[in-house]
C-alpha cells in the first residue's frame, strides 16, 4: 500500500495554531547566536555584492530576507537573498545601478529603503511588527485562504436546492475543494492575497451587502464570462459559495487574522538567491515561458527566454536576462479566419482596474513552449480557424491515424481542435506553421533519433487522443501530414497483452475486445527509462495515464490508467523523473509519485480502464502550509510539477518540484522531506511555466538555475510598481513576473 511521510514542518504549524499570533511575535521561531560561540566571521563581498548584517531590538534578525531593487534597467529588477544564523546576508553579483534595499520578514513590516551602490557593507535595521495584524500583512495568501469556511462533509453529496443546499454536481468535499482550490478557481488566480481578501473601492461593500459585491465583482473584465458561469455551478438557493466568500471577506474586514503563521525560511532554504524581472505589461497575463531543450539543458546559454501569452495577446514577450530588457516578438497566423479571443471573452462588467477596455484580444492563443536541440521554439497555439482541418485529418485520406481514428469533424458545434503547433527560429528569425489535426495543449521532446514531438490536447470523449510530430522529418520535408500522427487511447482490459478492437467509453464490457477510454491527456511526458509516454488526467480525483507506443502508436499503442487513490486528490501538472516514476502536486496539499515498478499485480485485464489498479504505486509526501478548519493537508492550489532531471538547482537529480500557487513558492522534494523556496517579492507570485538552464557548467551555482514565470490571469494583483491603476488611483500595477532561483552552497556564497 502506498507510503505517507510526515511533512517536514506540520510542528511548525501546529505549534503556532496553539499558541496563537499576538504570542507568537513575542517569540518568532528564529535562530539566535549563542552567547558562548565565538563572533561570528565578518562578511565578506565583492565588489558586485551588497552585504551585512541584519539586526533589531531583539538582536540578529536570522532567516529574514534583504532586498535590493533598481528601476534603472529596462525592467523591475529584485535580488532577494536570506539571513543566516548570526544575521549576515550577501547579495551577489548585482548589475551595475543604485539599490533600494531593505528587510522583510516573517514577524516584521518592511524596514525603510536604504540607497546603495554595489561593493558595500550595509548594515540594516529590522522592524518588529508593532501587532499581529501588521505581521499578517507580509503572510502568502494561503494563510487568508485557510480562513474560508467550507462546506461540512456531511452536506454531500449535493442533493440541490430543493435538498441539502449543495450543488449535485459535488459528490464530495474533496471534489467540492478541487473545484475551489485548483480546477476552477484556483488554476487562474491567487485566492487569499490582499486582491482578492479585500474588495476593491469601487465594489465596496458599504454600496451593497457583501454577496452583492463579489456578484458584481465576479463579472470584472474579460474573465467575468468564465467566473459566472462558473460560481452558478456551485451556488444553490442558500447563497452557496458566493455566501461563503462574503462571510470570508466580512470577517477579514472586522479584523479577524489567520491561525497559524509562517515559519522562516532554514535549512537550505537559506541557501537560495531569488532574481525578479518583469515583461510584457500589466494588461496582460503569462501561461508559461521555455529557455532551453529539456533534454539537454546546455542549449540556449546566457539565451532570450520566451513566453506564452494564452488568451492575452499576440505580441508575446522576450526577456534578455544578461542585458535585463523585455521586448515583445509578434506571433502571426497563418489563416485570417482564426477567431480572436475577445469573442470568446467579452467585458461583462467594468473592471476595477481597466474598466471596459478588453485588454485580451489574442488569435494566436499561445499556451505552451518548448525549445529543440536547435533553440527553435515550438508553442502550442492557433493558426487557423478549428472548424477547418484539413483534409489528410479524414478517413478518405488515407493517412495512417486518419484511417484508425478520423479527426476532421465537429460534434455539437464543440470544437475539437483550437490550436496547432507554431515554431520560431531565432537563427532566421522566421515562422514555420505544423497543421496538426489533434488540438494540442502541453508538449514534450522524446529522447529518440527523430526529435519526436508529443502533444497533449486536454480534451475529453472522442476527443481524448495523444498525437506526435515527427520533428526531424518534417525539417527535412516540410510535410506536416506525413510527419504527424496520432491514436485514441485503447486500454488492453482482454488481458491478452495486444492492441485490439474496442469498445467505446460508456459501451457494455465485451470480454474479447478492448476498452477506449474518454480520459485525455492535460500534462504530458516522456520517460526516459522506457521510452512510454506519461499524462495526467484532471477530472475528480485524478488520473495519470501511461502509453506504450509499440512498434506502430497509431496502431499498436496501449494505454494504462492509474487513478490517485485517498487522500490525493486534485491533479493539474505532470512529469516524469529519468527512473520512469510518474510526479504530480495535488491539491490536497501533497508531492505524489507514482512508481509502476513497484505495482505486485496485473495491469491489464478486466477493470483496468477503471484505473483502480495498484494502489501501492502511489507515495504521498506533504507539504508545508495552512489547512482548512477540520481537514488535514494545505489549502494549497499547485499548478504544475516539473522534475529536474540533471540537478540544475542543486538539491539532487530527478527532485521534482511542484508550484505553491497559493503561497509565493515553489515546492521542492528532496531526500524525502519538502522543502519550501518562497519568492517573498513582489508578494503575489503564481508560478506556472518551470524550466531550468545550464548556462556555464564551468561555474558552479552561478551558472545555472530554474526560470518560473508568475502566471496568474490578474498580474496586477502582484504586489506592484510598474504602472498607475486607472482604476484605484495611487495605487500601482505590476506587469507579469520571471523569477530566476539559484541555489548557493551557503547563505553568504558569493
Partial sequence: MRQIVAPMSRALYSATALVGLAALLAAWPVTRPSAQHASPVAVQIDGDDIGGVVTSKHGPEA???????????????????????????????????????WVRGYGLVDSPKVKSARGRILNLTAVPAPNAAAAAEYYPAIYWFSMLKIPDRSLFPGTGPDGNGMPVAYKTQEQWLNAVQLNGCGNCHQLGDKATREMPAALDVAKASSVEAWTRRLQSGPGGGSMVRFIGLMNTNDGGHLRRLAEWTDRIRAGELPASAPPRPHGVERNLVVTV??????????????????????????????????????????????????????????????????????????????????????RVNAHNPMMDQDGRVYWTAQIRSPRNPPTYCAAASGHPSARIYPLAHVRDGFVQNSRQVTVYDPKTKQFTFIDTCFGTHHLNFAEDPSHTLWLSNNLQNEFAIVGWVNTKMF?????????????????????????????????????????????GLYGIAYSPADGSIWGSNIGHPGWVIRIQLGSNPSETALAEVYKVP????GM???????????????????????????????????????????????????????????????????????????????????????????????????????????????????AKGVDGRIDDPKTGWKGRGLWVTSGNRTPMHIEGIDAPSPGAPGKTLSSPLVVHFQLRPDPLAH
Fill in 572 to 686: 493539474r501538472g505532470f512529469d516524469v523523473d529519468r527512473q520512469g516514476r510518474a510526479w504530480v502536486t495535488l491539491a490536497s496539499g501533497h508531492i505524489a509519485s507514482f512508481d509502476r515498478r513497484t505495482c505486485k499485480g496485473r495491469l491489464n485485464g478486466p477493470g483496468a480502464a477503471e484505473g483502480n489498479l495498484c494502489p501501492e504505486g502511489w507515495t504521498f509526501y506533504p507539504i508545508s502550509g495552512p489547512a482548512f478548519a477540520g481537514r488535514d493537508g494545505a489549502a494549497e492550489g499547485p499548478y504544475y510539477t516539473w522534475v529536474d532531471q540533471h540537478d540544475i538547482l542543486g538539491l539532487g537529480a530527478d527532485t521534482p518540484i511542484g508550484t505553491g500557487n497559493f503561497s509565493d513558492s515553489l515546492h521542492a522534494l528532496t531526500y524525502g522531506k519538502v522543502v519550501q523556496l518562497r519568492v517573498p517579492y513582489p508578494m503575489g507570485f503564481f
Fill in 277 to 362: 524581472y518583469d515583461w510584457l505589461s500589466p494588461k496582460y497575463y503569462i501561461h508559461d515561458l521555455i529557455v532551453t531543450d529539456r533534454r539537454k539543458p546546455t542549449v540556449n546559454p546566457y539565451g532570450l527566454i520566451y513566453g506564452a501569452a494564452e488568451l492575452s495577446t499576440d505580441h508575446l514577450p522576450v526577456l534578455d536576462p544578461i542585458k535585463i530588457t523585455k521586448t515583445t516578438m509578434k506571433v502571426p497566423i497563418r489563416d485570417q479566419d482564426a477567431p480572436s479571443s475577445a469573442l470568446a471573452n467579452p467585458v461583462v462588467a467594468p473592471s476595477p482596474y481597466f474598466g471596459t477596455e478588453q485588454v485580451w484580444d489574442s
Fill in 475 to 519: 525539417w527535412e520535408t516540410r510535410d506536416a501530414a506525413k510527419s504527424q500522427g496520432w491514436t485514441p487511447l485503447i486500454v488492453d482490459t482482454n488481458g491478452n497483452g495486444k492492441r485490439d478492437t474496442w469498445v467505446e467509453p460508456n459501451a457494455p464490457d465485451d470480454p474479447t475486445k478492448d476498452r477506449r477510454i474518454g480520459l
Fill in 63 to 101: 532567516g529574514v530576507w534583504v532586498i535590493a531593487e533598481t528601476t534603472e534597467l529596462g525592467t523591475r529588477f529584485a535580488r532577494i537573498a536570506v539571513t543566516d544564523d548570526h544575521g549576515r546576508y550577501v547579495i551577489p553579483d548585482l548589475p551595475q545601478a543604485t539599490y533600494s534595499v
Fill in 566 to 569: 485517498p487522500p490525493g486528490y
